[in-house]
């Protein structure tokens, strides 16, 4: 049997102690590392039976992650995904007296691409609802937005009974999800704070939700990945975000070549500051590509567009729009 001296029993003890804490290390940093925002699954964001009194869950809550969001949800998941889908689930509720509903709860990558979501979900019709965050009720369903998630809740009729179940549903949700300030977007936050006539916003993080909004192409002819849409009462308009000045000239170039090719606009007028036209219901278009940005103007008065154009130029020489970008111009 072979004797080790002490020098290289110790030298051979301190050898296997510091492989055990390196294997040991990424046992304890995992959690901190690599662990979402939440420590809870998104099943723990549905109300349990015992705070609901007289509703009762139906049947198993449905979950789904990454792709299997298309087998869950019919014609809806793409734009999800398009802003950035993760996890979500959806669970059905019926009460005593009848009536029912549907709770669906999204997470999604990331603040900004939640309100993206909830944001496109949400029209000009809805009425602002008394929860503790960002709530939109209209006609029978109710969205509200809170950090990473973007929660809907559907009844199935307008009565005052449904909408009051939907706002006590709501509250009860929105109090289990994490604490969250309401970081919007750096687009949507300048567009609030400069124009109080806005009546709506909408964040885009992609060509299908664009195309929500109106039909340019069904082509990603922007090649659109951040940008906004701003409604007024009378025009809308849209701005895109790019990395540089040069990718939005590029852009600017390519949407140029197929609008004029495309036989619903007519009327093309070219300029230095860009390019004006009508569609087929004649509204006017003025786009102008400007620093980083594509600007576009849409409205039936045209004189107003170069105007509105303009105080958005101002505005981002003025960084109100620049100063919230972590892009370079």
Known sequence: MKILSREKAVAKARILF???ILLLIPTFLYPWSNQPKSSKGILDYLPPKNEL?????IGQPQ?????DLFQLINGGAEIYHEYGFKNAVIQSYEHKNG?????????MEDTQSAYGAFSFKTGCQG????????????DYYLNFWKGDFVVTIIGFNTSQATHKALLKFARIIESKLPKSEENYPPLIKSIKSRFPGVIRTVYLEGNLALYNQYEFDTENIFGIKKGAAAYFSDHTLFIFE???????????QNAREHLSQNHRFHGFEKSAEGIL???????????????????????????????RLEKLKKDILENLILHHSHTCL
């Open 242 to 252: 790019y990395r540089n000045k040069g990718e939005a000239q590029a852009w600017f």
């Open 99 to 107: 009536l029912s509903l549907n709770i669906e709860i999204y997470e």
């Open 277 to 307: 036209f009508q569609d087929k219901k004649d509204d006017s278009l003025f786009i102008s590509p400007f620093q980083k940005f594509i600007l576009i103007y849409l409205g039936k008065d045209i004189s107003k567009a170069k105007d």
């Open 127 to 138: 009425k602002k609802a008394d929860v503790r965050t960002e709530a939109v009720l209209e």
């Open 53 to 57: 009194q007289m509703w009762n869950p």
């Open 63 to 67: 979950t789904a992650q990454g792709e």
């Open 18 to 20: 510091y492989a055990v």
